[in-house]
């Protein structure tokens, strides 16, 4: 079968959320299907395992934006995207493929997978039969109480060690992937102790294995939700901005600009770089103007942003709470002056440059006398128990932060935020219509590819629905299709 015709496949499948065999009875069956790959009257069908071999072609080529990209540039060249437009930009979460393991599953079956591996390859050593008995012939009894459970996890802990020890020096056996799991899995969960033996830690580490059978996935949470965690990987989403309020049933004219993938503990702030490198790699110019929450925002964005001649539009995040005592948003502080006004108006009395030497940050330590502090009738509201004067630091460029926080509170900035409120109706359409937040293949590399699929079936369906609606107002005389993906 001809590659681009399987592209479009994976594309079509997605518009419609079918399944390889599906697609495959499709692409068969289905006359709409038959005329969009350009399948003539007596050409056969595939395999549906065809799919998975081409879906691994993709991956191993690095190639997982290729149906994107070709969308994204046909958008661009007919004119429905402008190379430089305002956008806006958020995150969602990807579930894994992949089922919920305790930290003792995740070293049994860790161990398990090794040992089926080498044995497949006719390396499993003699000695090692009692591990075979403990880990592949045997599972967990789910009736088990915790002392026992507790007593499994040491065991696993010290088997895995022994099999690390032993196995040195066995390249057959050392070089497989599943050996670097393993010790993986064995540093992450346990510590050796000053006797030797291995001690389970109290917690695993940020990023850990979760599941031996998709290692790459990872745990987090939403800080503003408490009760939002998953294990799977994290999705950045971008769109253009209409410019233009819509007509009643008028079918929006925004088109997806990026789908970058991250691991799910990633901060938005490098995603966003990474959406913008992207789109510069597909020949879109920075956003105009990029409409974000206050996850994206920060004194360094706000400062790139201007350097670069652009706009980054979101709220800035507050400064950190103190109870009672007034934030520093309640000072008028001038950071190139090197002072700040309190909000009984004086002035302060000194301002000390801190650099951190491991990072080179340069922060500024201002602070009041106490002659000014004393006899404040605010001095309450705004020194904290047990001092006797205010301080606080701030950075460098922290009067970017200020006159955003000022800005925030203009009802022009509030209407102008607006803009930004369409992409959670755009992650409900990518989750909804094309199960974005469910991860279909294993691996990191392959869900880049589902989400890059999936923004190219979401534009595809976007593109027809404006072109249908536009002929119907009589404003163009005909519907072209698309041209072959390979253009």
Known sequence: WDPVRLLGVLVLQFVLRFTDRQAAEAA???????????LGAQDMTFDPSLLAVFRNRLVDDAAEGLAFTAVLDYLVEQGWIPKRSRQRLDSTHVRGLLSTMNRLECARETIRLLLEDIE?????????????????????????????????????????LAIWQDAAGCWPIIERDAFVLLQRVFLENYELAPAGQANKTRAPPTGGVQNPHEPEAQWSSKST??????????????????EQPRQTGEPTVNFVTAMVTQAAPASDKPGMAAVLAEQQDMGLDAPAALYVDGAYISSEGLAEAREQGRELRGPAPASPDRGKVFTVEAFDVHVEERYAVCPAGQRSSNCSRLVVQNTGKVDYRIEWSKTVCGPCPLCLQWVSVGQDHRTFAVGELHSLLQDRRREMQTEAFKAEMHRRNGIEGTQSELVRGYGLRCARYRGRAKVRLQNYLIGAACNIRRLFRRMAWLKAQGRILDCVAIPALAN
């Open 225 to 242: 939700t408490k009760d939002k965690s998953w294990i799977g990987y994290k999705v950045q989403v971008a769109e253009t901005v209409q």
């Open 28 to 38: 068969q069956f289905d006359q709409r299907w038959r005329l969009a790959l350009h």
């Open 120 to 160: 497949a390859n006719g390396h499993l050593p003699a000695a090692w039969a009692g591990y075979w008995d403990r880990y592949v012939e045997s599972k967990l009894d789910p009736r088990a109480r915790a002392p026992a459970l507790e007593a499994k996890a040491v065991q696993a802990g010290a088997d895995m």
